[in-house]
């Protein structure tokens, strides 16, 4: 951790004392000797902590030391710059959640003209989500099995990996989610059978799904042999949850609860159809217009003599 002292606003006869302060916490093991810049302006010492970066005691002993500094020192470094964008992605995953959720719940509902639906979808969408967090951190910071991907012991999950695994998952699972629905609400226009409406899209749908899932699958358990733990922790992260998506959540759950729901599915009440445009996913031939005829070209007569 780095101190830096500003003698525009702590006088630089005070930085050997706030070195004492500093060290003289007990999560602090060593302060360097301040070094002063050339024009005298500013003064810089680091300070090493009794513990690594990444150890839970961490965002504590930055605040503590934060605390310590009168107006005019600031502390920065790796370890606190990693530990305040560690905070800054957790305050903001609700956020980020709940604006991509919302999005999604507002398309699909003007897509397939129902309000259960969509939400249906979200909650599917996250359960897979939460699956690959589950798995993710019992491997890699709980330890279970993580001599299987080349580490020797346990390691904190990176801060990056939850916002960047639910960007990328929820938008897999809602291309899985958006291709079952497809089909099962032209069978259900069609037919007006809310359970066989089900069971025909399922049915025309479920090889093309489990096909795309497995190469999917494969191609993210390739990133777990990288070297950076990152990606590793990605690679598993999006192979585990698209094979429970596709598996469990598109094959069972899904067409289950559509199943139970029947024709609730595709309730929508008056007021909200009134307002939505309506979009039509596919356009049939029929109701596209014939082109005019067009009258073929004639050859010129020949000029009367």
């Known amino acids: 951790m780095v101190v830096v002292v500003d003698h525009g606003k702590v006088p630089a006869g005070d930085v050997a004392r706030l070195a004492e302060e500093v060290v003289a916490h007990e999560d602090v093991v060593a302060v360097s000797t301040p070094f ?10 680091e300070a090493t902590p009794a ?15 934060r605390t310590l500094l009168p107006e005019g020192a600031e502390l920065t470094g790796l370890t606190p710059v990693m530990n ?24 699909l509902t003007v897509m397939f003209r129902s309000v259960v639906v969509p939400l249906k979808a979200a909650v599917m969408n996250l359960l897979s989500v939460a699956a690959a967090y ?21 390691i904190p ?8 695994l639910f960007a990328i998952l929820f938008g897999l699972s809602m291309d899985y989610e958006v291709f079952l629905l497809s089909r099962i609400r032209e069978d259900w ?13 399922l049915a025309s749908t479920g090889r093309v799904i489990s096909a795309a899932a497995a190469i999917m699958v494969a191609v993210f358990l390739g990133f777990t042999t990288e070297v950076d733990v990152v990606v590793k922790m990605m690679g598993l992260g999006m192979a585990v949850a698209v094979l429970l998506d596709a598996t469990l959540v598109r094959m069972v759950l899904v067409p289950a609860t559509m199943a139970m729901l ?3 599915n595709w309730w929508l009440p008056r007021w909200l159809d009134r307002i939505l445009p309506e979009i039509r996913l ?24």
Do not use: C, N
């Open 36 to 45: 002063v810049s050339p024009d005298g302006a500013v003064s810089v010492f």
């Open 84 to 107: 305040d964008i560690a905070a800054k992605m957790s305050d903001r995953l609700p956020l980020v959640i709940g604006f991509v959720v919302g999005v999604s719940v507002l398309f």
């Open 282 to 305: 596919e356009v049939d031939d029929d109701a596209i217009p014939a082109p005019a005829p067009t009258r073929p070209e004639l050859s010129p007569e020949p000029a009367a003599v």
């Open 262 to 264: 029947g024709r609730w």
């Open 189 to 201: 226009q069609r037919t007006g059978d809310p359970r066989g409406s089900v069971v025909r899209g």
């Open 51 to 65: 513990f690594g970066p990444t150890d839970e005691r961490t965002p504590a002993l930055v605040e503590d030391v």
């Open 157 to 164: 999950v990176s801060s990056w990996v939850p916002i960047l």
């Open 134 to 154: 589950g798995v993710v951190t019992a491997v890699f910071q709980w330890g279970w099995g993580v001599e299987l991907f080349g580490l020797d012991h346990a």
